[in-house]
Nanobody, 124 residues
Framework: QVQLRESGGGLVQTGDSLRLSCAAS????????MGWFRRAPGKEREFVAC????????YYADSVKGRFAISRGNANVALYLQMNSLKPEDTAVYYC?????????????????WGQGTQVTVSS
C-alpha cells in the first residue's frame, strides 16, 4: 500500500515560485503514473498535472501550462511540482496521488492513495 505526504506549500505573493514535494512510502510507487490535483475554496478537486512512471509523458491543465512543471523524484520523494509565476487563482490545497486505473488522466476517479494535501496561498 502506498502512502503519500505532500509538503512545500505556503503563503507567497503574485509572481513568486514554490516547489511542492510528494513523499511516498510503500511498494512500487516508482512504477506508477502519478498526478497533482488541487481544491480551491468552494470548488471541487481539479486536475493540475500528471506524469508517466518513467517520465514518459506529462500532461497539464491549461490553467497552469507553461508555469508549472511536474517531475519524478528519487527514493524518498516520489514527485515534485515546480510552480512559477503564481497567481491568486492558484490558491488551493494541493494533493498528489497515484494513478490506479486506465481512466481519464485528468479525472480524480483514476487516482488513489491521496495525500493529506498542502496549502498554497497566493496573495495579490
Amino acid at each position: 500500500q502506498v502512502q503519500l505526504r505532500e509538503s512545500g506549500g505556503g503563503l507567497v505573493q503574485t509572481g513568486d515560485s514554490l516547489r511542492l514535494s510528494c513523499a511516498a512510502s510503500g511498494r512500487t510507487f516508482n512504477r506508477a503514473d502519478m498526478g497533482w490535483f488541487r481544491r480551491a475554496p468552494g470548488k471541487e478537486r481539479e486536475f493540475v498535472a500528471c506524469i508517466g512512471y518513467g517520465g514518459s509523458y506529462t500532461y497539464y491543465a491549461d490553467s497552469v501550462k507553461g508555469r508549472f512543471a511536474i517531475s519524478r523524484g528519487n527514493a524518498n520523494v516520489a514527485l515534485y511540482l515546480q510552480m512559477n509565476s503564481l497567481k491568486p487563482e492558484d490558491t488551493a490545497v494541493y494533493y498528489c496521488a497515484v494513478r490506479v486505473n486506465s481512466g481519464r488522466y485528468d479525472s480524480t476517479e483514476s487516482y488513489g492513495a491521496w495525500g493529506q494535501g498542502t496549502q498554497v496561498t497566493v496573495s495579490s
